[in-house]
């Protein structure tokens, strides 16, 4: 019963490293999204997949891509960190139809 | 600006006694609000849901009310449990493109709840 799978957990990295965060879900949903939390705020969109073969821009989208692999998996891609990328990461997956998201633990990056 | 605003960033509540987590929107393209529980070093988990064509939503200990005239919600917790102590957060979406699903959710700043023994 895994539901949404975040790897990794944590990260460090150094300004200007790259990275991939990947995401995974095994409950047959069509739409994906990657938000980003930091201390004291609430959780913001950066990017979403509604469907696979397509994503779309979120709130915070500067300094990110992504892809949608396949109908089960989105990666999160940092090409060139920077300290304020630093805050944690959540993948997020639901059905096309349902607005009910349904999150996976979270990966916590700090970019130094 | 924010459109989703939890004003309490804490609230202490005695075990047993009833919480009452506070919600407001600006927003009138929202039409879908939900309630998220979220521990430490956990992703948050989906509590409680309710469409604007309602007013009242109840799940067991949990309910929520949506007062769309005045945009706001509220998640009522009745009784307390030391295990409700966590952080809540308020959520809304909007119809999306597909005319379904929502295209992401917008947040709040959550509420830190506390149940004191």
């Known amino acids: 019963n895994a539901g949404v799978t975040q790897t990794p957990k944590f990260q460090v990295l150094k300004t200007g490293q790259s990275m991939t965060l990947q995401c995974a879900q095994d409950?047959?949903?069509?739409?994906m999204y990657w938000y980003r939390q930091d201390p004291g705020m609430g959780l913001r969109l950066i990017y979403y997949?509604?469907?696979?073969?397509?994503?779309d821009k979120g709130e915070v989208p500067n300094g990110y891509n992504v892809s949608r692999l396949n109908k089960r998996e989105f990666s999160l891609r940092l090409e060139s960190a920077a300290p304020s990328q630093t805050s944690v990461y959540f993948c997020?997956?639901?059905?096309?139809?349902?607005?009910?998201?349904?999150f996976g633990a979270g990966t916590r990056l700090s970019v130094l | 600006d924010q459109q989703v605003k939890q004003n309490s960033p804490s609230l202490s509540v005695q075990e047993g006694r009833i919480s009452i987590l506070n919600c407001d929107y600006t927003n009138s393209m929202f039409d879908y609000f939900l309630w998220y529980k979220k521990y430490p070093a956990e992703g948050p988990t989906f509590l409680i849901s309710i469409s604007s064509i309602k007013d009242k939503n109840e799940d067991g200990r949990f309910t929520v009310f949506l007062n769309k005239s005045a945009k706001h919600l509220s998640l009522h917790i009745v009784p307390s449990q030391p295990g409700d102590s966590a952080v809540y957060f308020c959520a809304a979406s909007a119809i999306g493109w597909s005319g379904g699903g929502a295209d992401g959710l917008t947040f709040g700043k959550g509420t830190h709840l506390i149940i004191q023994p």
């Open positions: 997949s509604a469907s696979e073969g397509t994503t």
């Open positions: 997020a997956s639901s059905t096309l139809e349902g607005n009910i998201q349904y």
């Open positions: 409950m047959n949903h069509n739409s």
